[in-house]
């Protein structure tokens, strides 16, 4: 193996790595170069762990749990699952640590590698340094359509890396020269969830998750970044569950520390911020569709301004408000979609006008009113699906009663130092985990206890969809197809049965912002039965 040095080039130029503050301009590989075992590394200067934390705001605890799950250099891991909402940083930050860490990894997206033999072959060409070109007419080095061919090259690619590795842990600048550290190789696979649509046959997810278990080799480490939680992936085989790792969305003020990183102006740009954050954010807290609407809109908002370096005052900050405010409500519109069709064709009425300055004005009962239809049921079915999701299972007793009232009587006592660490432990704890699954027979109970206290205000035809007392079977099928629908609206996520009690679960995929905006058009306390830790 070539040990010279070979030109720098920028290492996998990702969607999300791309979009990170500490991203470079890809350059063009020459016709003639050939991929080296620096090549398993970003062949940067690796990133200080100040340098990195501040990099991702709102994702300081989601770092330290990773390089803890990591482990120390060449100590063998568990399978790790990286999950959460599309664009939270799973991506960014798994690569980025990657960087801190100076270590060998190989990274392959299920959205290009779009069929288990491009998946195949994509790992096999890194790890022989093998780079499709001309001179090879683009082919990949190995032709692998099979599961067990592909564990034979795959681990004789690995024992020919490993030796490599070996052989270069005894020289000391391998910083200097942009070699990879330690004796591990670490397989990153992103984008999970894509598999299940084109392996119809279900064989390549448990292949993956058993790959440790296949190859027996402790200097492999596996890592899984999917969109859905780990209750798709149930199976009921025997495998080692990778370990969960869960990035929630990002806050408001996560979103403006983001945004305001790198600006030029940042008086006038936290300006900006100020008056268009909070209506994007209640349509969608993800980056890249935020970014898109924000470059176009901060444009318009600047455009009054002579000086793009100015400190805007109050009565400026006034004056780009009415500028920009008529561009909110239609970038809205067109990016996420918000207002129905009749809606667009009559813009330029007044009745919009006054409908869009009012909702630029920030009345908080428009911030209030839901942005899609939902029926009363199926709002009461989503809360009971937040509430099991939320609070633990064996609180259901003393939260409900048979009437279902909350039971507010017991005495509260001094939290005692220890008891607020250990919540604030407690905490942390979920925030890792996630929200909790739980089997449909709960969700049917809490369902029934809260809807109960619904009965005596609402009318008699609503009081006759909600009343599920007496078990009739229409009743329980119009409940069963609100949940299925609102599964199919990904505000619930069905997973698979669980190995143990063969059951299906389900988990809520709903913020409890959404959560507290349904329950207040309820009129709902939603708060009351909120288990706080």
Not at 212 to 225: A, Q, S, T
Request: a neutral charge; aromatic letters at 10%; glycine letters at 4%.
């Amino acid at each position: 193996m070539a040990t010279e040095e070979s030109p720098q080039v920028t290492r996998r130029a990702t969607r999300s790595y791309s979009a990170s503050n500490t991203a470079i301009e890809s350059t063009n590989l020459p016709e003639s170069y050939k991929p080296t075992i620096n090549d398993l590394g970003f062949r940067q200067q690796p990133l200080r762990l100040e340098d990195l934390l501040s990099s991702f705001p709102g994702r300081r605890s989601q770092i330290l749990e990773l390089l803890r799950l990591l482990g120390p250099l060449n100590s063998p891991m568990f399978p790790i699952l990286v999950y959460g909402g599309p664009s939270t940083g799973k991506t960014s930050v798994t690569l980025q640590v990657f960087r801190h860490l100076n270590r060998p990894f190989i990274y392959s997206s299920c959205i290009t590698c779009y069929s288990p033999r491009i998946l195949f072959e994509s790992i096999l060409n890194q790890l022989l340094f093998h780079r499709k070109d001309s001179g090879h007419s683009y082919s990949s080095v190995k032709r692998c359509e099979r599961p067990s061919d592909f564990v034979n090259y795959l681990r004789e690619a690995l024992e020919n890396v490993l030796t490599n590795l070996k052989g270069n842990s005894g020289k000391v600048s391998s910083k200097m020269s942009g070699r990879p550290d330690g004796t591990m190789v670490y397989l990153v696979f992103d984008n999970l969830e894509r598999i299940r649509d084109w392996d119809k046959s279900s064989t390549i997810l448990p292949f993956l998750f058993n790959l440790n278990d296949i190859l027996k080799m402790p200097e492999v480490g596996l890592i899984f970044i999917s969109n859905t939680s780990p209750d798709t992936y149930y199976l009921n085989i025997g495998y080692v569950e990778p370990i969960p790792l869960y990035f929630p969305d990002y806050t408001e003020d996560d979103l403006r520390h983001i945004f305001m990183a790198n600006q030029t102006n940042s008086r006038l740009y936290a300006s900006f911020l100020d008056v268009v954050l909070r209506p994007f954010c209640r349509v969608t807290r993800q980056v890249d569709e935020l970014a898109a609407a924000f470059s176009s809109l901060f444009k318009k908002y600047s455009e009054p301004l002579s000086d793009k370096e100015v400190a805007p005052n109050e009565e400026m900050k006034r004056r780009l408000f009415s500028h920009i405010r008529p561009h909110i409500a239609s970038a809205l519109n067109e990016t996420f979609q918000v207002r129905s069709q009749p809606l667009l064709k009559a813009e330029t009425n007044e009745e919009t006008k006054k409908t869009n300055s009012s909702r630029m004005l920030g009345i908080r009962e428009d911030f209030d009113k839901i942005d899609f239809h939902m029926s009363t049921s199926a709002k009461y079915l989503l809360i009971s699906a937040f509430l099991a999701s939320r609070n633990p299972a064996t609180l259901d007793a003393s939260l409900f009663d048979s009437t279902g009232v909350s039971d507010s009587r017991k005495r509260k006592r001094k939290a005692s130092e220890k008891s607020m660490d250990q919540k604030e432990m407690a905490e942390q704890e979920l925030l890792m985990k996630g929200p909790g699954t739980f089997p449909l027979e709960r969700l049917l109970a809490i369902f029934q206890c809260i809807t109960s206290l619904a009965e005596d205000s609402l009318d008699e035809e609503e009081s006759h969809e909600l009343t599920v007392e007496g078990g009739s079977r229409g009743l329980m099928s119009d409940v069963l197809l609100q949940l299925s629908s609102l599964c199919n609206a990904n505000f619930i996520i069905k997973g698979g049965s669980c190995p143990l009690e063969g059951s299906t679960r389900y988990r809520t995929a709903v913020s409890e912002d959404l959560a507290l905006k349904v329950a207040r058009s309820l009129k709902f306390p939603l708060s009351k039965y909120l288990y706080r830790r």
